[in-house]
């Protein structure tokens, strides 16, 4: 029986990977800072699904926190076999406006806390020789988007090299970069739907970007970014001046 610690999964895409991989049979490790909503997503799966479910309370921007999650990946009589670095929040895009104490705790959450846990889950996968990590980064990594943009260009980077260099000892690492995504997320920014800027047509499911995350990662797949279209802008975006990336990056929210 697979057990996967996911981060974020008190909603969005991470509630998603949880039920998805509960379907599949998998044992859950489910972290996120709000508890409440964290219990009523593991009751949720515990009711449908017979498979065991385990409740994290952490706040990935505090590093005491992440330590208790980091005891939970390198736990040897409980191994975690699949790692979702979900957890995630947004900031407006005007860093030189922005609270620097809450830019610092963006990277914390987005860069530290994911690199830690990655580092502690690879221990126990390459001692046993299989395992799987999913980094969910964002189609905004490949166009300038404020550190936002950055740190999920960090993920991709990260995510391609690890899973070339361990890939051969059983290890695969995948970066998901999925565009604009109904998560809640943006709401959760203070954005009502339909006030976040972004065409319709632009938005994707959950369901099915999980669905194409998870096919990449069993694949192993360094980068997955699901949808046709955002495949090609990926490709665009990489043509374009800095300046014109730039301006293009500052639509939607």
């Known amino acids: 029986m697979v057990t996967a610690l996911i981060t974020g ?38 009711a449908c699904h017979r498979v ?7 706040d990935l921007a505090v590093s005491d926190e ?29 860093f ?15 860069v530290e806390a994911p690199l830690r846990l990655c580092h502690a889950a690879l221990e126990g996968m390459l001692a046993r020789g299989h395992g799987r990590i999913v980094n969910v980064a964002s189609v905004a990594a490949y ?3 404020s550190t936002y943009g950055a740190c999920k260009r960090w993920l991709v980077d ?15 690492v995948t970066a998901v970069c999925p565009g604009f995504t109904h998560t809640g997320f943006h709401e959760r920014m203070g954005l009502a739907p339909g006030r976040e800027g972004v065409p319709g047509w632009m938005w994707l499911d959950a369901r099915e970007v999980v669905t194409a995350s998870l096919r990449a990662a069993a694949k192993g797949r360094g980068v997955s970014i699901p949808s046709f279209r955002y ?23």
């Open 158 to 172: 990260f995510s391609r090299w690890a899973n070339a260099a361990y890939a051969a000892r059983g290890v695969t």
């Open 9 to 46: 999964a008190s909603s969005g895409l991470g509630a998603e990977y949880a039920r998805q991989l509960a379907a599949r049979g998998a044992d859950l490790v489910l972290v996120a800072r709000d508890l409440e909503a964290l219990d009523a997503v593991a009751e949720a799966i515990r």
């Open 143 to 145: 166009l300038p988007r």
């Open 231 to 253: 495949r090609a802008l990926a490709r665009v975006a990489a043509l374009l001046p800095a300046s014109l990336g730039a301006s293009v990056g500052t639509r939607g929210r």
């Open 66 to 94: 992440v330590d208790r999650v980091v005891a939970r990946l390198t736990a040897a009589d409980a191994p975690v076999e699949l790692l979702v670095n979900n957890a995630g929040f947004g900031l407006p895009l005007d």
């Open 96 to 110: 030189a406006a922005n609270d620097v104490a809450r830019e610092v705790d963006h990277l914390r959450v987005h």
């Open 52 to 58: 065991e479910v385990e409740v994290i309370s952490a």
